[in-house]
C-alpha cells in the first residue's frame, strides 16, 4: 500500500460545477463584477478591445449583428469533460458525482475512454468523443452508445459508411475549427457540407461544436474573433444545437454559452480566469506524503544524484517516499516547495524515482517526526502555483499524478 494519499474533495467539484451552472443559468457576468469590486479599483475591465471587434470574413459575409448568444440562455445544459481520468482524479468516480448534480453530458478524449465510462455509469448520459471515430473503432462506438465529435470529412465518411452498414441514424457533433488549428473541419471542408448536404445523409448533427484558443485571457480579442466566426458558421446550420466555451469560455459571458457548456479544468480547481486573477474555483486536490527518513548533516554535505545541493549549515534533512515515478517532475529539484502545518519547506537536491529531500532545519522539533504529513498539493500549495514554480500548467501536475498514490474521495 503506498504511503502517500491523495485526496479528492467530491464536494469542491459540485461546489465547482454548481457555480459554473449558475453563471451560466443566470447569466451572471462574473468577470464585470469581479473587475468593479473594491480592491480592483482603478484596473482596466478585464472586457475591453474583445467585445468590439467584428470580424469581416469575405467568403461567408459580414458577421451577423444579432445580440450573441440570445436564443441559447434559456436551453443552456452544463457538461462535464472527464477526459484523461478526470485529468488525473478519477472520471469514473467524478461522473457519477455530477451525476448527481444532473450533468448528462461527458467529454472524453478516446473511444477506450468513453467505452470504461459507459460500463461504469451506465446509459442515461451522453458520452462524446471528442478525437472522433475511426475505421477500427466505429463499432465499438455504436455497440456502446457513443457519439463521437466529426474532425474533418473522412471522419464524416467513416461514420456515414457505418450508417448505412447498419441502416440508421447515427448521431454526432460537428466540431469546426475557428482558431485553435489543431483538429476540427476547416473552412473549405465546412463549405463543402453548406453546399452539399448530402454528405451528412444519415448522420444526426446534435451540436456544432468549436474550442477556444485563449479563453482565460479575456482580453484577448481572438475570443471574439472566433465567436463571430463560429456564429457565421451557424447561420447556415439552424437546426443543429451549439457549444463553444471551455472553462475559460464560461466566464467570457453568456454571449459564448449557446446550449451546452464544456468546463474541465475549472471542475478540479485550475483558474479558468489566468494566473493574473483571483481563482474563483474551490481546490478539490490535497496530496500528503509522510516523512520516511531523518537525518542530520554536517556543513558541506553533498545530498542526492549528481550532488547538486551542498549544505551551507549543519542541516536536518527529512526524506519523501515519492518521486518522478509518480509524476513528480524533475524539475523541482532544488526549487520546489512543500508545506508542514502551512510552513514552507524547501526540496532539495534531484528529485529521484520514488524518493524526494526537504531540508527541515528551520521548523519547530514539534513538527519533525517519523509519519509526520508533509503537504505536496494543497491549499497552501495549489497544481496552479506549484506549476508556476517550474513554468509549466496546473493541468500538467494533475494529469501527471501517478497511479501508486492511494486516492481517496471524500
Not at 441559447?72 to 452544463?78: F, G, I, M, Q
Not at 471522419?155 to 450508417?163: V, Y
Not at 469560455?249 to 480547481?269: E, M, Q, T
Not at 519523501?320 to 520546489?336: C, E, I, K, V
Request: with cysteine; net charge neutral; aromatic share 10%.
Amino acid at each position: 500500500m503506498s504511503l502517500c494519499t491523495l485526496e479528492i474533495n467530491l464536494s469542491a467539484i459540485k461546489a465547482n460545477y454548481r457555480l459554473l451552472k449558475n453563471i451560466c443559468e443566470n447569466s451572471v457576468d462574473f468577470l464585470h463584477n469581479v473587475a468593479n469590486k473594491e480592491e480592483f479599483a482603478g484596473n482596466t475591465s478585464p472586457r475591453t478591445a474583445a467585445y468590439t471587434l467584428v470580424r469581416e470574413d469575405a467568403s461567408l459575409g459580414s458577421t451577423p449583428k444579432l445580440p450573441l448568444g440570445a436564443s441559447y440562455a434559456k436551453n443552456l445544459l452544463v457538461g462535464a469533460a472527464v477526459k484523461a481520468n478526470s485529468y488525473g482524479l478519477g472520471a469514473i468516480e467524478i461522473s457519477k458525482t455530477l451525476l448527481e448534480e444532473n450533468c448528462r453530458y461527458f467529454f472524453v478524449a478516446s473511444s477506450n475512454e468513453g467505452i470504461s465510462l459507459r460500463k461504469a455509469i451506465g446509459d442515461e448520459v451522453n458520452i462524446l468523443i471528442l478525437n472522433g471515430v475511426f475505421e477500427h473503432d466505429a463499432l465499438e462506438l455504436i455497440e456502446y452508445n457513443l457519439i463521437p465529435v466529426l474532425n474533418n470529412l473522412n471522419q464524416i465518411k467513416i461514420w456515414q459508411k457505418f450508417s448505412n452498414l447498419k441502416n440508421q441514424l447515427l448521431p454526432c457533433y460537428l466540431h469546426f475549427n475557428t482558431g485553435i488549428n489543431r483538429l476540427g473541419l476547416n473552412h473549405n471542408e465546412i463549405e463543402q457540407l453548406i453546399n452539399n448536404r448530402d454528405l451528412l445523409k444519415g448522420l444526426n448533427v446534435e451540436y456544432i461544436i468549436s474550442h477556444l484558443s485563449a479563453s482565460e485571457d479575456s482580453d484577448n480579442p481572438y475570443n471574439l474573433e472566433q465567436l463571430n466566426k463560429f456564429k457565421a458558421y451557424l447561420e447556415y446550420f439552424p437546426n443543429a444545437k451549439a457549444s463553444l466555451a471551455n472553462s475559460g469560455g464560461i466566464f467570457l459571458g453568456k454571449d459564448y454559452h449557446f446550449n451546452l457548456v464544456r468546463p474541465g479544468a475549472a471542475l478540479y480547481g485550475l483558474n479558468p480566469l489566468g494566473s493574473n486573477k483571483p481563482n474563483p474555483m474551490q481546490n478539490p486536490v490535497t496530496l500528503k506524503a509522510p516523512i520516511i527518513h531523518l537525518q542530520n548533516l554536517t556543513y558541506g554535505s553533498r545530498i542526492g544524484y549528481n550532488m547538486t545541493f551542498t549544505t551551507k549549515r549543519d542541516s536536518l534533512i527529512a526524506t519523501l517516499p515519492f518521486g518522478y515515478a509518480d509524476g513528480f517532475s524533475r524539475n523541482f529539484s532544488n526549487q520546489g516547495t512543500v508545506f508542514i502545518n502551512s510552513r514552507n519547506v524547501p526540496i532539495i537536491g534531484r528529485i529521484s524515482m520514488d524518493l524526494v529531500n526537504i531540508d527541515v532545519t528551520d521548523l519547530p522539533p514539534s513538527d519533525i517526526f517519523l509519519g509526520q504529513e508533509v503537504e505536496i498539493i494543497g491549499n497552501n500549495c495549489t497544481p496552479d502555483k506549484i506549476a508556476d514554480i517550474i513554468g509549466t500548467i496546473g493541468y500538467e501536475i494533475l494529469t501527471s499524478l501517478g497511479n501508486r498514490y492511494k486516492r481517496i474521495y471524500t
